[in-house]
């Protein structure tokens, strides 16, 4: 069956270092890969999207990488701050009509 | 930026009633949307798909009759919970697509509506 693993379910970082997340998927063929970013209680932001002929895709502080050879994508945030401090979720999907499948998220805590 | 607004934010009901939950696009035409459930500490599942003016598809395990989707225009599809469970107590967010001139099919989020069930 298809799977979504973000393998670290938290990550703890020192203000100013890069943060680095994980998404590994088996048994699924995206054609786009997103980023969300999740506070408590609040639902998903979007934050980048990927395709899959894409390899990488930059957005300020944001790069992702898509690697669908070792079906994986890095998710870095770099001069990481506080207010970065939230859950990031991986997300996939085929193309067309289709909906949103995602990982169960990575709790990230910059600490200054 | 495409909106998506939820009502009520959070809800207390007792159980054996019903509750119902709204989602609206504020500033685009939803042809599709989504409610997805999350528990805590977990990924959001998704729950059914609606197309506007159609019946919903549900995901396997999810009993149709007991979460009733509506998706009577482009702007407005509600959820209700009928006959809710402690067990159904959960965040349900719902989602929608703008399909944009790209044919990307972005999918925006709402803020999500809080149940709880005693």
């Known amino acids: 069956s298809q799977k979504i693993e973000q393998n670290s379910e938290a990550l703890n970082i020192q203000e100013g270092k890069t943060a680095t997340l994980t998404c590994n998927y088996t048994?699924?063929?995206?054609?786009?890969l997103q980023w969300y970013r999740q506070d408590p209680g609040r639902g998903p932001v979007f934050l980048l999207l990927?395709?899959?002929?894409?390899k990488e895709k930059r957005k300020e502080r944001l790069k992702v990488t898509f690697d669908t050879t070792l079906k994986q994508s890095l998710f870095h945030i770099t001069a990481s701050q506080p207010a970065d401090s939230a859950t990031y979720l991986c997300?996939?999907?085929?193309?067309?009509?289709?909906?949103?499948?995602f990982g169960k998220g990575t709790r990230l805590s910059v600490i200054a | 930026g495409a909106v998506v607004s939820q009502h009520p934010s959070w809800v207390i009901c007792k159980s054996g009633t019903s509750v119902k939950i709204e989602c609206r696009s504020l500033?685009?035409?939803?042809?599709?949307m989504f409610w997805y459930r999350q528990f805590p500490k977990q990924s959001l599942m998704l729950m059914a798909t609606?197309?506007?003016?159609?019946?919903?598809?549900?995901e396997q395990g999810v009993e149709k009759d007991k979460f009733l989707i509506n998706h009577a225009s482009l702007t407005l599809s509600t959820l209700t919970v009928t006959s809710a469970h402690p067990e159904d107590s959960s965040f349900y967010i719902c989602?929608?697509?703008?399909?944009?001139?790209?044919?990307?099919?972005?999918?925006?989020f709402g803020p999500g509506t809080r149940l709880t069930v005693t």
């Open positions: 990927i395709r899959e002929n894409e």
């Open positions: 989602s929608a697509r703008d399909r944009t001139a790209s044919g990307s099919y972005e999918q925006y």
């Open positions: 997300a996939l999907r085929n193309s067309g009509n289709t909906p949103l499948v």
């Open positions: 048994n699924y063929s995206p054609a786009y």
């Open positions: 500033d685009f035409q939803a042809t599709t």
């Open positions: 609606s197309n506007e003016g159609s019946k919903a598809t549900y």
